[in-house]
């Protein structure tokens, strides 16, 4: 797979995350930045790197929906809803998601001079192959320092934690897969979190009657 289709997907992975909101946010970034990462981990670190990846999108996918079925066996009490923005609304012309938009345009100037600048271990700068990453991570980081609640908050850490573990393993290759693999699983650790606390206050909101 040549590096501008590797550069193209990542893009795209990093637009959903830069976009995506609501219910459901977290499940969706993981699995949209993992497959958009999975080609690079595993033309750099082999296919264990990939599916290790791969593993992280479905267990991000399994793990807020699990934690809203634990949640609701328990007795309800008042939370924290992860969804509510304190700020603008999400969909607001000059809100939260403007923001991001024009944050991800300056992240994908800076993703490609650091791909282009920036050595990482056995990746040479000239290939340029650190974009996916870089970028990946730059709108995860806009996630987080933008963020009017906590689910922008589950959604930047999640797709942090993909992105630092992919580079971690075109650093080194197949070697760093344990190290790795230990700071992917912040991600769906992110979303088991996020999927607790929306199914918690879901519980503790009493339904109107007719």
């Known amino acids: 797979m040549n ?3 590797l550069d193209l997907i990542a893009f795209a992975a990093g637009a ?4 995506v909101d609501r219910r459901r946010a977290v499940m969706v ?26 593993g992280a999108a479905a267990a991000g996918a399994g793990a807020g929906p699990l934690a809203g079925l634990v949640a609701a066996r328990m007795p309800p ?21 403007s923001a991001r938009v024009a944050g991800a345009v300056i992240a994908l100037i800076a993703a490609s001079w650091v ?3 920036v050595p ?19 709108c995860g980081v806009l996630r987080v320092f933008l963020a009017r609640s906590l689910t ?18 075109l650093r080194g290759g197949s070697d760093p897969l344990p190290a790795a693999a230990g700071v992917i699983a912040i991600a769906p650790l992110a979303a088991g979190l996020e999927g607790w606390l929306a199914s918690r206050r879901r519980l503790a909101t009493p339904v109107a009657g007719p």
Do not use: H, K, M
Not at 120 to 138: E, I, K, N
């Open 152 to 169: 922008d908050l589950a959604v930047g850490v999640a797709v942090i934690a993909l992105a630092v573990g992919v580079g971690w393993v």
């Open 77 to 97: 009490r008042p939370g924290l809803d992860p969804v509510q923005p304190v700020g603008a609304p999400p969909e607001g012309l000059f809100g939260p998601r």
């Open 16 to 19: 959903v995350a830069v976009l």
């Open 29 to 54: 970034a993981c699995i949209a930045v993992a497959l958009g990462l999975s080609p690079a981990a595993a033309i750099y670190g082999g296919g264990w790197a990939a599916v290790l990846v791969l």
């Open 115 to 117: 791909s282009f600048n």
């Open 120 to 138: 990482v271990g056995s990746v040479a700068v000239v290939q340029g192959a650190l974009f996916p990453v870089a970028f990946v991570f730059t």
């Open 3 to 5: 590096q501008p289709l």
